[in-house]
């Protein structure tokens, strides 16, 4: 049995186990080793259907099937009451839940309520400063002109919207809010800020900052790891050369400054002490865009043996060292993942993107999986 195969059958089990501790509850963070649930609120509810879902794929066993279904019909509720809905995650939200059942079983309903949240996202862009707007509502005072990097991996449920109906706004809203991202986002030496400010009236940038990195000039490891992601994943759509390269150099930035151990710090400019918190979920994360990222890029690149390289030597960091393999009654997948050291919220937990992360880069790498992003 291969590492990787070794790591599915384990999240496997724990996904099992999982379903019945929550119910029809949601997992988010964890406190004391135990996942903190919320009835399908938060942004990151989408994460656990996409665990369903890929156990499901895995095993082909109704148990995961029958518990993702129910994610999906609990989406359904949340867009109807319009529970939790005022960001940008929505892609996050529908991509992994009801995106993926059409994808996987072609149900009609399922796409039309995929189709119904991007018209939620698309609602978001704001045309006098050309970007999708991604906390609060319409004219917030302090978010009114903010974009963050995460939203790149909001975009896919656009492109695949204009795909399903051929109205070409939703195409053309992820383009340019993903060019505005490559712009102010990505610096010159190819890190990232985590978020930037835009006058909500005129459009004028006025400065890059921090929401959860430590500060506005440093690098956020997360924040670095959704533009690998987002980018390749826009080139994957758009065929946009400038994606592509722009993805491969983020990622030579992450990948070329791992720890010995290969699992990133939560900020590449934080001091490094016995006590600097991990992001594990920032390295499972840019493990599947690195492996989407190899997917473009042509053999004769020069970039592609190292990023090749770097990606198993992260995915080995974390299946050894990281995973609660051997621990059959953790709720978590990965360890030592973090939300927001520097706001003290979940510095040292299971974050369950990181879970849904890490488990799509096994199927990838198992599998030749490719996601939930597009069909």
Same mark, same amino acid.
């Given at each position: ?180 991202? &490559?712009? +102010? #986002?990505? %610096? ?9 400010? @835009? /006058?909500? =009236? ?49 990622? &030579?930035? +992450? #990948?070329? %400054? ?9 900020? @590449? /400019?934080? =001091? ?104």
């Amino acid at each position: 049995m291969t590492l990787w195969k070794q790591a599915i059958e384990d999240a496997v089990e724990k996904t099992r186990a999982n379903i019945t501790r929550y119910g029809e509850l949601f997992p988010h963070v964890s406190l004391n080793d135990k996942y903190l649930l919320n009835p399908n609120t938060d942004w990151t509810d989408g994460f656990w259907s996409g665990i369903l879902w890929l156990a499901y794929e895995y095993t082909k066993d109704d148990t995961f099937r029958d518990a993702a279904r129910g994610t999906v019909e609990s989406f359904r509720k949340r867009l109807e009451t319009n529970s939790g809905m005022d960001h940008h995650d929505i892609g996050f939200l529908y991509s992994l839940s009801s995106k993926a059942q059409w994808m996987i079983e072609k149900d009609a309903a399922a796409r039309e309520l995929t189709i119904q949240a991007a018209d939620v996202l698309v609602k978001r862009w704001r045309p006098q400063s050309r970007l999708i707007q991604a906390w609060g509502r319409e004219g917030d005072p302090v978010n009114g002109g903010r974009i963050i990097i995460d939203c790149l991996m909001n975009l896919p449920l656009l492109h695949w919207a204009y795909e399903q109906t051929g109205d070409a706004n939703y195409r053309d809203v992820a383009i340019m809010h993903t060019e505005k991202s &490559r712009r +102010f #986002l990505v %610096r010159g030496d190819d890190s990232s800020y985590h978020t930037f400010w @835009f /006058d909500p =009236e005129t459009g004028e940038s006025v400065r890059g900052g921090t929401h959860q990195g430590n500060s506005d000039g440093s690098t956020w490891t997360r924040g670095q790891a959704w533009g690998v992601y987002g980018f390749a994943l826009a080139y994957h759509y758009t065929k946009n050369p400038l994606y592509l390269d722009t993805s491969k150099r983020m990622a &030579r930035y +992450f #990948l070329e %400054r791992l720890p010995e151990d290969n699992v990133v710090y939560w900020d @590449f /400019d934080v =001091e490094i002490t016995p006590e600097t918190k991990r992001d594990s979920s920032a390295s499972a994360i840019t493990a599947c865009g690195v492996l989407e990222l190899l997917k473009h890029l042509p053999q004769e690149d020069p970039d592609r043996e190292f990023l090749s390289q770097g990606v198993q030597k992260t995915m080995e960091g974390l299946v050894k060292h990281y995973s609660t393999i051997g621990e059959p009654d953790a709720e978590g997948l990965i360890k030592h993942g973090s939300y927001a050291v520097r706001l003290g919220n979940s510095p040292d937990d299971y974050m369950i993107w990181g879970d849904y992360y890490y488990l799509e880069a096994l199927m990838r790498l198992e599998q030749a999986h490719k996601g939930y992003w597009y069909e």
